[in-house]
């Protein structure tokens, strides 16, 4: 069975093997498990990989198809460190919880090397990550960075690269210097979230597909999960719902918000040209608030992400602007076609802390990757399990991040939003 997909489906749909079809079917009747998981991407599927791999029953509820949100769609980075920075989770967390945070963002790229080695994921990983700056202020900040990583956090896998070395990444008169690390990588979302999801399968986990989890209601020591033709009896509950959860969990969908960030694909570039924009195939990603981010796929296209819509709107023209910010980037790409373009919606949270917890002792969620999330799902799945099976200290240290309910309410909080969004528009332009 197909999925009904917008017109023009991303690039990462159109060039994974199984496509556009539904692999798995649907439930129907009711069944018994240990564990539920709802939401079918990285988060989701690494949870139910490793409760699996730890002895349980689990089932896995996925609305659409394994991968059909954030996680099939991004931009494919897998980068150390949390959305919100880390002076920030100092100041939530304190200094040494703030360092667990790192710490564990460093584990979590090894976690999807592993699997990847483990399980046989062909997901045409390639390592390298650079933060470029646009202007002087990016410079000084990347540089400050440096010094806190190498440090503060003994991080050693980072270099700081002058406008001259920078050119051994990517060759655009647009940056200013840029932070290497040899840590990070990128990566074909869709064709990894699937691996991990066929893992999970490999490991004694069930994944239906078309099934929407309604409603849970909780009873006795467990919970009962409504589908549209079925329900879960279980144990325990792990939303990994993200910015679908939506009226499946109130309390959590005040505290994150549907952003969409939109990318371009263009078509196959000569090999000589790519390798002249993208000289070490790094994944780069600028320091603007609405950034901009780019590598090379598999086949040699130029992938380009950015701009947000905070509106919920997608931006009018999509592919063209979109164009036009990559070829002010590349001029040598002008007469590039594009062949794809496509959006999605991450979820952010207030504070750009991802918010991790539970909602009663036996239902727990993930949430809030705030744009950090092609590997810190995949560790966050290895927590809440972790978590699950008795030993929670360290889920709970992502569990002691404050958050708040967007302010606005249900009709105001999105304009809301979107004017105080002004503010970092006005920003990037100074």
Not at 263 to 269: G, S
Not at 331 to 358: C, H, K, N
Request: proline content about 5%; glycine content about 10%.
């Amino acid at each position: 069975m197909r999925l009904d997909l917008p017109p023009a489906p991303s690039y990462y749909l159109a060039s994974s093997p199984a496509g556009l079809e539904l692999e798995r079917p649907a439930l129907e009747g009711e069944i018994e498990t240990d564990i539920a998981v709802v939401g079918g991407g990285l988060a989701g599927c690494s949870a139910a990989l490793h409760l699996a791999k730890s002895g349980f029953k689990v089932a896995l509820l996925e609305a659409n198809a394994v991968g059909y949100g954030a996680s099939g769609r991004s931009g494919g980075q897998t980068i150390f460190g949390l959305a919100a920075g880390q002076k920030s989770l100092v100041s939530q967390v304190g200094r040494e919880d703030a360092k667990r945070l790192f710490e564990m963002s460093v584990e979590a790229l090894d976690l999807n090397q592993s699997l990847i080695r483990e399980y046989g994921i062909e997901c045409d990983y390639r390592p390298n990550h650079v933060q470029v700056a646009t202007k002087p202020r990016h410079v000084a900040e990347l540089s400050e960075w440096f010094e806190e990583l190498r440090e503060e956090y003994r991080y050693e896998s980072v270099s700081l690269l002058d406008r001259n070395e920078l050119q051994a990444h990517v060759k655009s008169e647009r940056y200013l210097g840029g932070l290497l690390d040899t840590r990070s990588g990128h990566l074909h979302p869709l064709k990894f979230t699937r691996g991990v999801a066929r893992a999970a399968e490999s490991a004694g986990a069930v994944i239906f597909e078309r099934t929407r989890a309604l409603r849970y209601q909780e009873e006795g020591v467990g919970a009962i999960v409504h589908t549209p033709e079925g329900r879960v009896r279980c144990r325990h509950l792990v939303l990994c719902a993200n910015a679908y959860v939506g009226p499946l969990a109130p309390a959590l969908s005040r505290r994150i918000l549907g952003v969409g960030t939109y990318i371009i694909a263009t078509r196959p570039l000569e090999p000589g040209l790519a390798r002249s924009l993208l000289p070490s195939d790094a994944a780069i990603a600028d320091l603007n608030w609405i950034l901009d981010y780019l590598r090379l796929s598999a086949d040699q296209r130029i992938l380009f992400g950015g701009r947000v819509s905070y509106s919920a709107l997608q931006p009018r023209h999509l592919a063209e602007s979109m164009r036009r910010r990559m070829v002010g980037v590349f001029p040598e790409t002008s007469g590039v076609e594009v062949q794809y373009a496509w959006g999605g919606y991450l979820d952010i949270t207030m504070s750009r802390a991802p918010d991790f917890g539970r909602l009663s002792p036996n239902v727990f969620y993930l949430q809030g990757f705030s744009g950090h999330g092609m590997s810190l799902t995949v560790l966050a799945g290895k927590l809440v399990a972790e978590a699950v099976a008795g030993t929670a200290e360290r889920f709970d240290v992502f569990a002691r991040l404050p958050h708040r309910d967007f302010p606005g309410g249900p009709l105001l909080r999105r304009p809301s939003l979107v004017l105080a969004m002004l503010y970092y528009r006005l920003k990037d332009l100074l």
